[in-house]
């Protein structure tokens, strides 16, 4: 006969226990600042955003916790044959997607076919190093990349075009896909909704709910294989600008948000707040579009924009030291080369430059950007003065939604105020490269419309060197040959912040460029109820 009374102390005892393992709900502003998405984006089309993006979705490897290396994730362990053209993976065991079904190999082999299908519409930030076969199958002929093969429910095989030497690298933001479940064409990549509705992953959490413009609700993925996570919910909140979500930050309403350095350093004098810091590994620059004013190919012109703007000034003082001034697309000092062209400040100089090449000094040029913190915003605002002493008179346009329509084609936009995150180890060659960006308007391919034979002839040296010296050189060698070019107008690299309730437990944030993804143990975290 059942005792009621113990029924109804293992009811009680159930209930404490089930409330003692849900550990709150995280509500932040992961896609706040320079290294999120403020339009939500699914893997493989992403530009930004990759700390939400990998809570659903998991790549073979991410970056260490400092970007400073890999982890591995869906892979344990990675080989390479002696020449580096042939790379086999290991696969972890045992992990499912959220709705049970076995991860293996062939959903590894099923990613690569549909993100490079001849009519995919996926367009990585962080390309993976081509793959054998892998051109001809996106034109359509063969059937099949013959560059990836599952041997076995658990062991995949890479084999390059080309030796690649840092081939795990170039994987970070390679998301795997469910064959079973991705139900959405190639082509609908940039348009299915299937990423806020119906999405399945191998993340620590799972999707529950989108709200357009609000919200993105994750629950926990209880097979999770790093363990199921602590918390009973996970919120990504979106914001208009930085100063909202810093305001939603001290009222409560939300336990993280990335912030702007001055102010992220107010906050972390308070004892309520727990601050993040770390360089973000990325490069601040103004990108010319050769397509739209021939003067742009006159290296005075591009001479002239860098000695008009006084970087160190605004580095030390508009920046609050928080940013350094750097020689070329490379933010890391030990691949610049010992000596370069520092483009001081000079008005003068600049003034001059733009009068012999002809420069009509009436004449306004828009800056098209992304960038809405007030970190830029403070930026722009003054090197938009410097350069009017000058005589160039830009105007910065924010377009923080529209951006990324039409910056990749070469359209719609004069100079771009931008980003670049840099993993040494997976350069991005395609940014400068002929063909890189194949639906880039123009013959050339390139984002910025004009071809770099000689740019390109050092990279040719660089991608299947295997000598970690040698490589650095040649590295110094590219930043040399930009610097010496004055390519684009290099500006800066910058510390990156974010702020957390102190009473997180277990929270962990790094500026990794774009958002990384990293190691940074989501099935850790919990949250006060």
Known sequence: MTNPLRTLIALATALLLSASLAAGTLIGAFDVGPGGSPVPSGPWYNTAGNTWISKMW??????NETASGLSPQLATSWEANDDYTVWTFTLREGVTWH?????????VVFTWHHAFAPESAASPER???DLVGQEAYSNGDPDTIAGIEALDDYTVRFTTAEPAPRFPNTLTQAYILPEHAADFAPSEFQTT???????????????????????????PNPGYWNGEPQLDRLINRYFADETAAILALESGDIHFTYASGDVAVGLGEQPRFELYDGPSGVTNYMMFNYRTNPLFDDIRVRQAFLHAIDRETIAEVVLNGTAQVVPCIVPFEAYWPETYETYDYDPERARSLLAEAGWDSSQRVEVKTYYGSQFHADAMAAMQQFLAEAGLNVDFIVDSEG????????????????????????FPYSFYERGGYPGSEGDTGTLMGKALPELEAIFAEARPEGDPEQYRSLMQDVCAWQNENALEAYMWTAVRFGVADAELEGFYWYPAPAGGPYEDHPERWSAPN
Do not use: C, K, M
């Open 403 to 426: 951006y990324n329509s039409y910056f990749y084609d070469g359209r719609n936009w004069e100079i771009s105020y931008r980003g670049l995150g840099i993993d040494i180890n997976a």
């Open 99 to 107: 709705d049970g079904e076995a991860f293996t190999a062939d959903d």
């Open 127 to 129: 390309r993976p190093a």
């Open 193 to 219: 909704d299937w990423w806020f509705t119906d999405a399945v992953g191998t993340g620590p959490f799972q999707h529950d709910a989108f709200v357009p413009d609000e919200s993105w609700t994750l629950v």
């Open 58 to 63: 998991t790549p073979l490897v991410s970056l």
